[in-house]
């Protein structure tokens, strides 16, 4: 986090004040699911500050993405902290509730901050607002049916909701998180024939975007190209399926556009070049 950490702040909003405070509650506490909770949460972002891009030092837009990776760290230590508040322990459960308070008042500041597409309009957060609300208000006048089927039940409404929303979901993706190369992409790929109907693969260097490039259905199976592959190799992938080459700065980028030299490309941009069967 050396140098990059108001960066890391901006991301992560109240997250950061997480694991401090669940290793500061499970010692306070001193009870042995505590300490084994902590312990987990410990070894996650060991994990995390070992895992590759973490610290990398050539782009720290790559690196601060990693954040997303700490989720797992973040639940584990959420649990350490809502553990340690149970039992006759009033000042542990003062203590978490503040916590708690305290993360989300300024995580819900820095999303205000953020704006769309990280906060979503307010129609989209009162809908489940008052599906929940209404939920809780309906369990706690009744009797709690038998999980035997519930958790079947709440599967099947689960699955209806995603399947529901999966259509479309690559090219709402690019339109609303992607920049305008990334767009460009995705219409080239999809006018490109057989296309949406078979399964052949997409190659991507010097990186991937494989929700573009997976399409829909993830048919496509994406494959990122290392600038050591022999261009011979790189030219066969044009001819099994699609080829894509960003067009970097990166001197692996380079490496890539000398080997499809001469190889017209089916479409290309300011970002791209793609190659394709004709």
Known sequence: MRGRTQEYAAILGGALLLLPAAFMIAIARRS????????????AAVLWMIAPYTGI??????AVTTTRYLLPTLLAATATIALSARGDHPRLRVAAIAIFALTTIISLVRLIELGFPFLPSWRTLALPAVL????????????????AWVAPALAVVVGLGLATAAPGYVARHAVTFGDGENIKLFDALRAQPGYDEDE???????????????????????????????????RARARAGWL??????????????????????????????????R
């Open 32 to 43: 042995r699911l505590t300490l084994a909770v902590g312990g987990a949460t410990a070894l």
């Open 57 to 62: 030092n050539q782009s720290t837009g790559l």
């Open 132 to 147: 929940g609300a209404g939920t809780a208000l309906i369990i706690g006048r009744r009797r709690l049916p038998s999980a």
């Open 200 to 234: 052949r693969p997409v190659a991507m260097g010097p990186y991937t975007y494989a929700l573009v490039g997976g399409g829909d259905r993830l048919r496509h199976p994406v494959a990122l190209v290392p600038a050591s592959e022999p261009c011979a190799d790189v």
């Open 244 to 277: 894509v080459v960003f067009r970097t700065v990166d001197p692996e980028s380079r490496v890539l556009q000398t080997c499809m030299k001469g190889t017209r490309p089916v479409a290309r941009s300011e970002g791209y070049k793609l190659y394709g069967p």
